[in-house]
């Protein structure tokens, strides 16, 4: 580990290297609105490869774009939905 920051071989989850609001970011400007669908894939995947930390991640990370309402985010003005 170097300053905090794993290096590729040293972790061994998603969680030590983010977190899942930095990653519901990256996923919204990777894929736009279909940021939930990329994110629902992840969370199937790591619990079909039976990584359960990932698999938790990822729900964090689906349950943080589903708070957000994507249309108003792609406006810069994203907020809570109730």
């Not at 977190?19 to 199937?44: I, S």
């Amino acid at each position: 580990m170097t300053a905090g920051v794993p290096l590729p071989g040293d972790w061994r989850s998603f969680w030590d290297v983010t977190d899942p609001l930095q990653a519901a970011a990256a996923l919204v400007e990777m894929h736009g609105d279909h940021a939930r669908e990329a994110a629902a894939q992840c969370v199937q995947r790591a619990k079909d490869d039976g990584r359960e930390d990932d698999q938790a991640f990822w729900l964090a990370v689906l349950c943080r774009l589903h708070v957000l309402d994507l249309d108003r985010y792609f406006m810069g003005r994203a907020r809570v939905v109730h």
